[in-house]
């Protein structure tokens, strides 16, 4: 590494023996930062100093007692602490979740052969329970993961810059990338309900009960949003009819929930910055 | 400019005022938050955390209102909060918990790791990092919840009730920590135990039933003391009697 | 063991990589490659040896625990007097709690009055250097911490044993005398 100017030696030997004035030690000091020849001109213009006597006893020391090498701070462990914080992260939770999806898919794959359901109806032919049950768990997660009822460090976290909307967007992209992919390797193991099925009501159910929580508690919000879905699939079933948002995917009516919602969610950012008054002393 | 000012703050729950019409400001050095039970200790010291919003009034925060999402953000960068109420995930370590605030404060990456240690050898428990917090005592896990609020070296810290669960001698190493952190900062401890405030704050401020009663040094407080009221130290003495006498006009 | 023949090779930011690996190799070059400077660069805002000695092991801890964060921008050198400066002022810290706070303000810093005229290193106009030689001792203190040092007057007013608002003002005359100066 050369450059155009060096410290003259008098200069760097007056530094190192610490008699320079402190205007010039500025410049040099200035100088060290951006330059590695005179910092190794320095290193042995400083020999026998009492600076080089420090620099040898910390050495010694360091060569004692240095740890362990730590992972660094990397943006794969930022994310995946957050997501460890979220209470819905919890093992008993994502069991919970897991099993629930698991016993759909074994429905499913039984649905024509255990008698779940009579020969010559819909669902005996198209059914999912799957697909069925694969929104829900995504709004379930997404409540699960935010909130003052359910995080025990919600005041800590609301008091921080990251907390509020910012946090609830990543644990519901994270809650997103858990559960989707699952599903669309269920079904198409099990053959019953399309990639196209399971994804838009998902994605449909999870803006609209994050729009709906910029309003109420994102719990009730996911209460809502969840009886509403299971009332419009399953009563057609109980009456024998075609289930108009189960037996295609109709993104004409996904397309503008998704749409409205995220848009609701963004103009109503601020309904997350605070707290909901929950708890009082 | 103080670090914290408040203009006739008030905050009401279900229509019942906590705070009315609060007027204080906090600037740097340490101050103690007195008061007794449903004084609205708690629920001031959640507003300032920005936690919960005012109902009226002005809360100003490091110069900002607070009025801006902007504002908002980069006022929290430089808080910190130890809630009365503190909550843990008893799977973390205490690093991966220190570590989980200093993302969640935006604490450069570049500056995490190095900030996370420091805080935690803060608070005396570098030879614990790596245990999980379910297996530490109620003191230290107090000590966990104090090096979360300092992990972003915050300009405006608030402890509520940060002694509780600390046994004597950590008691005394709490109050070296905040003299320290006191010297360029503005810490505001809310606490019952009167002592901790004689032995470690620059003020102390009183407030019941949601209004101010007193303002002042501790040495103020001790010089109002009425040697016939109970209490078993001057401080004691000077809190009782000025509590008497605001509850005696009101 | 290929590594123990190019560690001298490598620029400060593949040693800083091959710290995170843990090699302790790369860890004693960097140290071998910076400790000096910054050793020498720490007495002149510290009287106090072992606060010096303390700093500069804290500062190297720091590098070995955290040298994965470094953003690979910049001058490692730069990063490195980052750390060094905020570790200083945490002992300063220390210090200052466990003595009360009773000493003299200007306990830890070195006020040592200009001795020499030494030729002056071409990094300042002459004009801007003779005005920093005529400014009183305290008034350069503050400079060198907020200039050169890229302190916040809340780090510099740590570091100097005075209050904030201090710092404040000082900066505002020192510039003031400096700009009178130039003119």
Same mark, same amino acid.
């Given at each position: 590494?050369?450059?155009?100017?060096?410290?003259?030696?008098?200069?760097?030997?007056?530094?190192?023996?610490?008699?320079?004035?402190?205007?010039?030690?500025?410049?040099?000091?200035?100088?060290?930062?951006?330059?590695?020849?005179?910092?190794?001109?320095?290193?042995?213009?400083?020999?026998?100093?009492?600076?080089?006597?420090?620099?040898?006893?910390?050495?010694?020391?360091?060569?004692?007692?240095?740890?362990?090498?730590?992972?660094?701070?990397?943006?794969?462990?930022?994310?995946?602490?957050?997501?460890?914080?979220?209470?819905?992260?919890?093992?008993?939770?994502?069991?919970?979740?897991?099993?629930?999806?698991?016993?759909?898919?074994?429905?499913?794959?039984?649905?024509?052969?255990?008698?779940?359901?009579?020969?010559?109806?819909?669902?005996?032919?198209?059914?999912?329970?799957? @697909?069925? /049950? $694969? =929104? &829900? !768990?995504?709004?379930?997660?997404?409540? +699960?993961?935010?909130? #003052?009822?359910?995080?025990?460090?919600?005041?800590?976290?609301?008091?921080?810059?990251?907390?509020?909307?910012?946090?609830?967007?990543?644990?519901?992209?994270?809650?997103?990338?858990?559960?989707?992919?699952?599903?669309?390797?269920?079904?198409?193991?099990?053959?019953?309900?399309?990639?196209?099925?399971?994804?838009?009501?998902?994605?449909?159910?999870?803006?609209?009960?994050?729009?709906?929580?910029?309003?109420?508690?994102?719990?009730?919000?996911?209460?809502?949003?969840?009886?509403?879905?299971?009332? @419009?699939? /399953? $009563? =057609? &079933? !109980?009456?024998?009819?075609?289930?108009? +948002?189960?037996?295609? #995917?109709?993104?004409?009516?996904?397309?503008?929930?998704?749409?409205?919602?995220?848009?609701?969610?963004?103009?109503?950012?601020?309904?997350?910055?605070?707290?909901?008054?929950?708890?009082?002393? | 400019?103080?670090?914290?000012?408040?203009?006739?703050?008030?905050?009401?729950?279900?229509?019942?005022?906590?705070?009315?019409?609060l007027?204080l400001?906090?600037?740097?050095?340490?101050h103690g938050l007195l008061g007794p039970?449903?004084a609205g200790k708690?629920?001031l010291?959640?507003?300032?955390?920005?936690?919960?919003?005012?109902?009226?009034?002005?809360?100003?925060?490091?110069?900002?209102?607070?009025?801006?999402?902007?504002?908002?953000?980069?006022?929290?960068?430089?808080?910190?909060?130890?809630?009365?109420?503190?909550?843990?995930?008893?799977?973390?370590?205490?690093?991966?918990?220190?570590?989980?605030?200093?993302?969640?404060?935006?604490?450069?990456?570049?500056?995490?790791?190095?900030?996370?240690?420091?805080?935690?050898?803060?608070?005396?428990?570098?030879?614990?990092?790596?245990?999980?917090?379910?297996?530490?005592?109620?003191?230290?896990?107090?000590?966990?919840?104090?090096?979360?609020?300092?992990?972003?070296?915050?300009?405006?810290?608030?402890?509520?009730?940060?002694?509780?669960?600390?046994?004597?001698?950590?008691?005394?190493?709490?109050?070296?920590?905040?003299?320290?952190?006191?010297?360029?900062?503005?810490?505001?401890?809310s606490t019952h135990?009167i002592?901790?405030v004689?032995?470690?704050c620059?003020a102390v401020t009183l407030i019941d039933r949601?209004r101010r009663v007193f303002q002042g040094t501790p040495?103020q407080l001790?010089?109002a003391?009425?040697?016939?009221?109970?209490?078993?130290?001057?401080v004691e003495?000077g809190y009782t009697t000025v509590l008497r006498a605001y509850r005696?006009?009101? | 063991?290929?590594?123990?023949?190019?560690?001298?090779?490598?620029?400060?930011?593949?040693?800083?990589?091959?710290?995170?690996?843990?090699?302790?190799?790369?860890?004693?070059?960097?140290?071998?490659?910076?400790?000096?400077?910054?050793?020498?660069?720490?007495?002149?805002?510290?009287?106090?040896?072992?606060?010096?000695?303390?700093?500069?092991?804290?500062?190297?801890?720091?590098?070995?625990?955290?040298?994965?964060?470094?953003?690979?921008?910049?001058?490692?050198?730069?990063?490195?007097?980052?750390?060094?400066?905020?570790?200083?002022?945490?002992?300063?810290?220390?210090?200052?709690?466990?003595?009360?706070?009773?000493?003299?303000?200007?306990?830890?810093?070195?006020?040592?009055?200009?001795?020499?005229?030494?030729?002056?290193?071409?990094?300042?106009?002459?004009?801007?250097?003779?005005?920093?030689?005529?400014?009183?001792?305290?008034?350069?203190?503050?400079?060198?911490?907020?200039?050169?040092?890229?302190?916040?007057?809340?780090?510099?007013?740590?570091?100097?044993?005075?209050?904030?608002?201090?710092?404040?003002?000082?900066?505002?005359?020192?510039?003031?005398?400096?700009?009178?100066?130039?003119?």
């Amino acid at each position: 590494m050369s450059r155009q100017w060096h410290v003259p030696a008098p200069t760097l030997v007056a530094y190192a023996v610490e008699d320079l004035s402190d205007v010039d030690s500025w410049s040099v000091e200035a100088h060290l930062v951006a330059c590695a020849d005179c910092r190794a001109a320095l290193t042995r213009a400083s020999a026998g100093t009492p600076a080089a006597a420090t620099v040898g006893l910390v050495h010694e020391r360091m060569a004692l007692d240095l740890p362990a090498q730590r992972a660094p701070a990397s943006r794969l462990r930022q994310f995946f602490l957050l997501l460890r914080g979220a209470p819905g992260a919890r093992a008993s939770w994502l069991l919970a979740l897991g099993l629930v999806l698991v016993a759909a898919t074994a429905l499913d794959a039984t649905i024509a052969t255990a008698g779940l359901a009579d020969r010559g109806t819909w669902w005996f032919d198209h059914g999912s329970y799957v @697909v069925l /049950v $694969a =929104p &829900l !768990l995504q709004i379930a997660g997404v409540a +699960l993961s935010y909130g #003052p009822w359910i995080d025990p460090c919600h005041e800590m976290t609301g008091s921080s810059p990251l907390g509020g909307l910012r946090l609830l967007l990543i644990r519901t992209a994270l809650v997103l990338a858990a559960v989707v992919p699952a599903t669309l390797l269920l079904g198409m193991v099990t053959g019953r309900g399309t990639p196209v099925l399971t994804l838009l009501p998902g994605l449909g159910l999870t803006t609209l009960t994050l729009a709906l929580g910029s309003v109420v508690q994102l719990r009730h919000a996911a209460l809502a949003v969840g009886g509403a879905w299971l009332a @419009v699939s /399953v $009563a =057609p &079933l !109980l009456v024998d009819s075609v289930p108009y +948002l189960l037996a295609s #995917p109709r993104p004409a009516v996904w397309v503008p929930v998704i749409v409205l919602s995220s848009a609701t969610v963004l103009l109503r950012r601020r309904s997350f910055t605070y707290a909901p008054q929950l708890v009082r002393s | 400019m103080p670090q914290v000012d408040m203009q006739g703050l008030t905050f009401g729950y279900r229509g019942r005022p906590v705070i009315e019409g609060l007027t204080l400001s906090f600037g740097t050095g340490v101050h103690g938050l007195l008061g007794p039970n449903g004084a609205g200790k708690t629920t001031l010291m959640r507003m300032l955390a920005t936690v919960n919003r005012p109902s009226s009034g002005t809360l100003t925060v490091l110069g900002d209102p607070l009025r801006s999402e902007h504002g908002l953000r980069s006022v929290r960068r430089r808080l910190g909060y130890l809630p009365q109420t503190f909550g843990f995930y008893p799977r973390f370590t205490v690093r991966e918990f220190v570590e989980y605030f200093a993302w969640l404060k935006e604490v450069p990456r570049e500056l995490v790791n190095s900030d996370v240690d420091r805080a935690i050898e803060r608070v005396g428990l570098g030879d614990r990092a790596d245990d999980r917090l379910k297996t530490l005592s109620g003191g230290m896990l107090r000590r966990v919840g104090i090096a979360q609020a300092i992990v972003n070296d915050p300009e405006v810290l608030l402890l509520d009730e940060p002694t509780a669960g600390l046994d004597p001698e950590q008691r005394m190493d709490f109050r070296v920590l905040l003299r320290d952190l006191g010297q360029d900062n503005c810490v505001i401890v809310s606490t019952h135990l009167i002592e901790d405030v004689a032995a470690a704050c620059t003020a102390v401020t009183l407030i019941d039933r949601g209004r101010r009663v007193f303002q002042g040094t501790p040495d103020q407080l001790i010089a109002a003391g009425d040697t016939d009221v109970g209490g078993d130290t001057p401080v004691e003495r000077g809190y009782t009697t000025v509590l008497r006498a605001y509850r005696a006009t009101t | 063991m290929r590594d123990r023949h190019d560690v001298t090779k490598a620029d400060d930011a593949g040693l800083l990589r091959r710290i995170v690996r843990g090699d302790r190799l790369a860890f004693d070059e960097l140290y071998r490659r910076h400790a000096t400077w910054i050793t020498l660069r720490l007495r002149r805002r510290a009287r106090d040896e072992d606060l010096v000695t303390e700093t500069l092991q804290d500062t190297f801890l720091t590098v070995w625990r955290s040298a994965g964060s470094y953003a690979g921008r910049g001058e490692v050198a730069g990063w490195l007097w980052t750390i060094a400066s905020s570790r200083l002022i945490d002992g300063v810290r220390r210090r200052s709690r466990s003595v009360e706070s009773v000493g003299e303000p200007d306990e830890y810093l070195l006020t040592t009055p200009s001795a020499e005229d030494e030729a002056m290193v071409p990094l300042y106009d002459a004009r801007l250097a003779a005005a920093l030689k005529g400014l009183a001792p305290e008034l350069r203190d503050v400079l060198q911490a907020t200039v050169l040092d890229g302190l916040t007057s809340r780090e510099a007013a740590v570091l100097l044993g005075i209050p904030e608002g201090t710092v404040k003002t000082r900066v505002r005359r020192a510039r003031g005398t400096l700009r009178e100066a130039m003119s």
